[in-house]
Protein backbone atom coordinates (compact mmCIF):
# COMPACT_ATOMS: atom_id res chain seq x y z
CA UNK A 1 0.00 0.00 0.00
CA UNK A 2 3.04 2.58 0.73
CA UNK A 3 4.01 2.10 -3.41
CA UNK A 4 3.88 4.96 -5.55
CA UNK A 5 0.64 5.21 -7.64
CA UNK A 6 1.68 4.49 -10.41
CA UNK A 7 3.80 1.38 -8.98
CA UNK A 8 0.41 0.44 -8.21
CA UNK A 9 -0.66 0.99 -11.49
CA UNK A 10 1.95 -1.26 -13.07
CA UNK A 11 1.57 -3.93 -10.24
CA UNK A 12 -2.45 -4.11 -10.54
CA UNK A 13 -1.72 -4.74 -14.33
CA UNK A 14 -0.62 -8.00 -13.45
CA UNK A 15 -2.99 -8.65 -10.72
CA UNK A 16 -6.54 -10.31 -11.09
CA UNK A 17 -7.91 -7.28 -9.29
CA UNK A 18 -8.67 -3.69 -10.81
CA UNK A 19 -6.79 -1.14 -8.93
CA UNK A 20 -9.79 1.10 -7.31
CA UNK A 21 -9.30 -0.41 -4.12
CA UNK A 22 -5.50 -0.52 -4.00
CA UNK A 23 -6.14 3.10 -4.79
CA UNK A 24 -7.89 3.92 -1.91
CA UNK A 25 -6.11 1.29 0.38
CA UNK A 26 -2.74 3.94 -0.56
CA UNK A 27 -4.82 6.95 0.29
CA UNK A 28 -5.89 5.01 3.78
CA UNK A 29 -2.35 4.17 4.21
CA UNK A 30 -0.82 7.08 4.15
CA UNK A 31 -3.86 9.03 6.31
CA UNK A 32 -3.09 6.16 8.92
CA UNK A 33 0.79 6.94 8.68
CA UNK A 34 -0.05 10.39 9.21
CA UNK A 35 -2.25 9.81 12.62
CA UNK A 36 0.13 7.32 13.56
CA UNK A 37 -3.03 4.94 13.43
CA UNK A 38 -2.17 0.71 12.19
CA UNK A 39 -2.78 -0.14 9.12
CA UNK A 40 -3.95 -3.19 9.17
CA UNK A 41 -6.75 -1.51 11.44
CA UNK A 42 -7.28 1.16 8.96
CA UNK A 43 -7.84 -0.89 6.16
CA UNK A 44 -10.11 -2.66 7.88
CA UNK A 45 -12.33 0.27 8.64
CA UNK A 46 -11.95 1.11 5.17
CA UNK A 47 -14.57 -1.94 4.57
CA UNK A 48 -16.54 -1.01 7.53
CA UNK A 49 -16.96 2.29 6.04
CA UNK A 50 -18.59 0.63 2.87
CA UNK A 51 -21.25 -1.56 5.08
CA UNK A 52 -21.76 1.71 6.86
CA UNK A 53 -22.51 3.41 3.76
CA UNK A 54 -24.96 0.32 2.52
CA UNK A 55 -26.70 0.69 6.56
CA UNK A 56 -26.98 4.49 5.04
CA UNK A 57 -28.62 3.57 1.81
CA UNK A 58 -30.79 1.22 3.75
CA UNK A 59 -32.22 3.89 5.62
CA UNK A 60 -32.43 6.95 3.24
CA UNK A 61 -33.32 5.38 -0.28
CA UNK A 62 -34.19 1.81 0.26
CA UNK A 63 -36.38 2.64 3.07
CA UNK A 64 -38.19 5.30 0.95
CA UNK A 65 -38.77 3.08 -2.23
CA UNK A 66 -39.25 -0.14 -0.50
CA UNK A 67 -40.84 0.65 2.89
CA UNK A 68 -39.14 0.37 6.38
CA UNK A 69 -39.48 -3.78 6.49
CA UNK A 70 -37.02 -3.85 3.31
CA UNK A 71 -34.93 -1.22 4.69
CA UNK A 72 -34.22 -3.20 8.10
CA UNK A 73 -34.17 -6.61 6.04
CA UNK A 74 -32.10 -5.98 3.28
CA UNK A 75 -28.39 -4.96 5.67
CA UNK A 76 -29.47 -7.64 7.90
CA UNK A 77 -29.23 -10.33 4.81
CA UNK A 78 -26.16 -9.11 3.56
CA UNK A 79 -24.82 -9.22 7.09
CA UNK A 80 -25.46 -13.08 7.41
CA UNK A 81 -24.71 -13.84 3.87
CA UNK A 82 -21.70 -16.58 3.82
CA UNK A 83 -18.69 -15.30 4.41
CA UNK A 84 -19.28 -11.47 4.16
CA UNK A 85 -18.57 -10.70 7.84
CA UNK A 86 -15.22 -12.40 6.75
CA UNK A 87 -14.79 -9.98 4.02
CA UNK A 88 -15.82 -6.95 6.04
CA UNK A 89 -12.91 -7.48 8.57
CA UNK A 90 -10.27 -8.75 6.13
CA UNK A 91 -9.44 -5.11 4.83
CA UNK A 92 -10.55 -6.17 0.81
CA UNK A 93 -12.31 -5.14 -1.70
CA UNK A 94 -15.84 -7.20 -1.38
CA UNK A 95 -18.03 -4.49 0.43
CA UNK A 96 -17.25 -2.09 -2.06
CA UNK A 97 -18.13 -3.77 -4.42
CA UNK A 98 -21.73 -4.99 -3.06
CA UNK A 99 -22.21 -1.24 -1.94
CA UNK A 100 -21.30 0.07 -5.80
CA UNK A 101 -23.68 -2.89 -6.92
CA UNK A 102 -26.43 -1.46 -4.89
CA UNK A 103 -26.12 1.81 -6.31
CA UNK A 104 -26.22 0.18 -10.03
CA UNK A 105 -29.31 -1.40 -9.01
CA UNK A 106 -30.78 1.40 -7.68
CA UNK A 107 -30.18 3.89 -10.60
CA UNK A 108 -31.61 0.96 -12.56
CA UNK A 109 -34.57 0.89 -10.49
CA UNK A 110 -35.27 5.01 -10.78
CA UNK A 111 -34.34 4.10 -14.34
CA UNK A 112 -37.26 1.75 -15.30
CA UNK A 113 -39.91 3.22 -12.79
CA UNK A 114 -40.00 6.08 -15.32
CA UNK A 115 -37.54 8.29 -13.64
CA UNK A 116 -34.91 8.27 -15.49
CA UNK A 117 -33.92 11.94 -15.41
CA UNK A 118 -29.92 12.09 -16.56
CA UNK A 119 -29.20 11.96 -12.97
CA UNK A 120 -29.71 8.48 -12.71
CA UNK A 121 -28.25 7.59 -16.03
CA UNK A 122 -24.93 9.01 -14.89
CA UNK A 123 -25.19 7.57 -11.32
CA UNK A 124 -25.43 4.17 -13.08
CA UNK A 125 -22.87 4.93 -16.08
CA UNK A 126 -20.34 6.48 -13.39
CA UNK A 127 -20.46 3.60 -10.86
CA UNK A 128 -20.27 1.29 -13.38
CA UNK A 129 -17.12 2.09 -14.27
CA UNK A 130 -16.13 2.78 -10.42
CA UNK A 131 -17.54 -1.02 -10.09
CA UNK A 132 -15.70 -2.56 -12.90
CA UNK A 133 -11.85 -0.71 -11.45
CA UNK A 134 -12.87 -2.66 -7.90
CA UNK A 135 -13.42 -6.15 -9.38
CA UNK A 136 -14.14 -8.37 -12.66
CA UNK A 137 -17.83 -9.64 -11.30
CA UNK A 138 -18.59 -6.25 -10.05
CA UNK A 139 -18.24 -5.55 -14.41
CA UNK A 140 -19.83 -8.63 -15.19
CA UNK A 141 -23.11 -8.01 -12.82
CA UNK A 142 -22.98 -4.34 -13.83
CA UNK A 143 -23.25 -5.65 -17.63
CA UNK A 144 -25.88 -7.60 -16.62
CA UNK A 145 -28.18 -4.94 -15.07
CA UNK A 146 -27.46 -2.97 -18.35
CA UNK A 147 -28.54 -6.22 -20.37
CA UNK A 148 -31.90 -6.48 -18.57
CA UNK A 149 -32.45 -2.47 -18.86
CA UNK A 150 -31.67 -3.40 -22.54
CA UNK A 151 -34.80 -5.66 -22.82
CA UNK A 152 -36.73 -3.64 -20.66
CA UNK A 153 -36.52 -0.97 -22.49
CA UNK A 154 -36.81 -2.33 -26.13
CA UNK A 155 -40.12 -3.72 -24.56
CA UNK A 156 -41.56 -0.71 -22.78
CA UNK A 157 -39.49 2.51 -23.63
CA UNK A 158 -38.04 2.68 -26.98
CA UNK A 159 -37.05 6.40 -27.02
CA UNK A 160 -34.82 5.39 -24.48
CA UNK A 161 -32.71 3.33 -26.37
CA UNK A 162 -30.43 6.70 -26.74
CA UNK A 163 -29.80 7.16 -23.69
CA UNK A 164 -28.63 3.35 -23.01
CA UNK A 165 -26.24 3.52 -26.15
CA UNK A 166 -25.22 7.08 -24.59
CA UNK A 167 -24.52 5.49 -21.28
CA UNK A 168 -22.70 1.91 -22.37
CA UNK A 169 -20.60 4.32 -24.74
CA UNK A 170 -19.15 6.53 -21.89
CA UNK A 171 -18.40 3.36 -20.07
CA UNK A 172 -16.88 1.38 -22.56
CA UNK A 173 -14.89 4.53 -23.57
CA UNK A 174 -13.94 5.11 -19.84
CA UNK A 175 -12.77 1.48 -18.76
CA UNK A 176 -10.63 1.68 -22.06
CA UNK A 177 -8.91 4.79 -21.81
CA UNK A 178 -8.38 4.00 -18.16
CA UNK A 179 -7.46 0.19 -18.87
CA UNK A 180 -4.93 0.97 -21.76
CA UNK A 181 -3.26 3.81 -19.17
CA UNK A 182 -2.73 0.84 -16.44
CA UNK A 183 -1.30 -1.48 -18.81
CA UNK A 184 0.81 0.71 -21.20
CA UNK A 185 1.68 3.25 -18.47
CA UNK A 186 5.93 4.17 -18.60
Do not use: Q
Amino acid sequence: MLLPVSDIITVTAGDVHPPLYYLMGKAVAELSAILGVDLLYSLKLLSIAAYVLILGISVTKIRKDYGLFTAGLFPFAIAIMNEFSKYVLIGRMYCWVVLFVLIIFLAFRSIINNKSDIKSWIIMAVFTIVAAYTHYFAAMTAACIYLALLVYLIKNNKEHIKYWLISVAVIIISYLIIFLKRFFHP
